[in-house]
Structure formats: C-alpha cells, structure tokens
C-alpha cells in the first residue's frame, strides 16, 4: 500500500494568517499517461464526515472558498490556507487514489492560534 | 444534491457479520463507485471497498476475505456485510460516493455510524 505522510500533526495559527499542511507519499502518484497526481484533500469538522476539498492535487471542488488551495507533484503536497477563518478549525486528510487501495494521511489538525 | 445515509446496529458481537446499509438521496446514482470507509483512533481513515453500479467490486486487500459490498439501484441503496467481527472492528463507518478515476476519490459522505464490537 501507498503510505502517507502528514506533517506536522498539528498547528496553530493566526486568524488571518496562512496555514500550510504537507503530505507525502510513498511513491509517486503522478500518472505519466495523463500527467495529473491522484490527491486529494479533505476536510473534517468535529462530528461531521470529511469534506473534499481539492482534487487532482490542485482542483478545488466546487463551493470551496479560493483560500484553500493545493500544490505539489509526484511524491509531495501541501494544502495552503491563505488567511485562516474560525470556521477552518477542523483535521485535514490527504488521500491517494492513484494505486489501489487508496489510502489517507493520518491527518493534520488546525487550531486558532 | 445527493445525500447519503448509513443504517444498521451500532452493536455487533464478536465473530458475527456487521451489516450495514447506505440510502442514496437526490444526485446521480450511475458511474460512481459506490463505497464503504471507516474511521477508528487507531487506523484513521481506512477505505474498505466499493461497488460500482454496474455491481462490480473491489476491497481493500487487508479485509478482503471478509467483506461483501452490494448494490441495488432500484432502490438506490447499497450495503456492506463484514463477517467474523473482532473488537478492532470498531469504528465509524461512512459510505461515501466515489468518483471514477483509477481509484476513487469521496465526493460526499455519509454522517457516519459508530459500530462497536462487544459480548
């Protein structure tokens, strides 16, 4: 299985300020064939399932405010929060679905700072 | 907008089947792979397998002996059936709709229901 990997496990930040979550993964999940990485991003609020908030590494699902993006290629990612909102206060997951069976980070939790 | 909703027991006892069923409301109920995920504190997020609508299936290696995942659309349900239950499977299982890629990813999901493995 595709491990991945999650840094930090946590952090506090700022409203307003900018929040950045890594993920890494085991091996590339970069599909030559098409040249798109197979991550996503999630979202989850206490006592709510997650949320997808990004896919294809970068493609934000519709509804999902402009201050989340997501960056990276082949074997590191990062989701950004450009100016933290207290509604962003949640844990988010990153998940592979390149190689079968897909697989999630262990997650990141985000707090006010 | 679709929704989906999981129902079954929130108690199973050990070496029995777990069975659970997901409703799916409004939205499009073809071309999406049709899945089960759980979430314990000890194993995070861990997808369990998937039907797609034109039944066929894939699971997770690590439970594939043991589950079964169906679908009807008449009725726009599916459901999971995980057998010899042991008390790491515990946990709060979502059904999640997957959209078709090499694998999935889980547009939307289910509120999730705690099932607890206890005598």
């Known amino acids: 299985d595709i491990v991945m990997t999650q840094s930090p496990d946590s952090l506090s930040v700022s409203l307003g300020e900018r929040a950045t979550i890594n993920c890494k993964s085991s091996q590339s999940v970069l599909y030559s064939s098409n040249n798109k990485d197979y991550l996503a991003w999630y979202q989850q609020k206490p006592g709510q399932p997650p949320k997808l908030l990004i896919y294809w590494a970068s493609t934000r699902e519709p509804g999902v405010p402009d201050r989340f993006s997501g960056s990276g290629s082949g074997t590191e990612f990062t989701l950004t929060i450009s100016s933290l909102q207290a509604e962003d206060v949640a844990v988010y997951f990153c998940q592979q679905y390149y190689i079968p069976p897909p697989t999630f980070g262990g997650g990141t939790t985000v707090e006010i700072k | 907008q679709v929704q989906l909703q999981e129902s079954g027991p929130g108690l199973v006892k050990p070496s029995e089947t777990l069975s659970l069923t997901c409703t799916v409301s409004?939205?499009?109920?073809?071309?999406?792979?049709w899945s089960w995920i759980r979430q314990s504190p000890g194993k995070g997020l861990e997808w369990i397998g998937y039907?797609?609508?034109?039944?066929?299936?894939d699971y997770n290696p690590s439970l594939k002996s043991r589950v079964t995942i169906s679908v009807d659309t008449s009725k726009r349900q599916f459901s999971l059936k995980l057998s010899s239950v042991t008390a790491a499977d515990t946990a709060v299982y979502y059904c999640a709709r997957g959209r078709v890629a090499r694998n999935p990813f889980f547009d939307s999901w289910g509120q999730g229901t705690l099932v607890t493995v206890s005598s």
């Open positions: 409004g939205g499009s109920s073809t071309r999406y792979y």
């Open positions: 039907a797609y609508d034109t039944g066929s299936t």
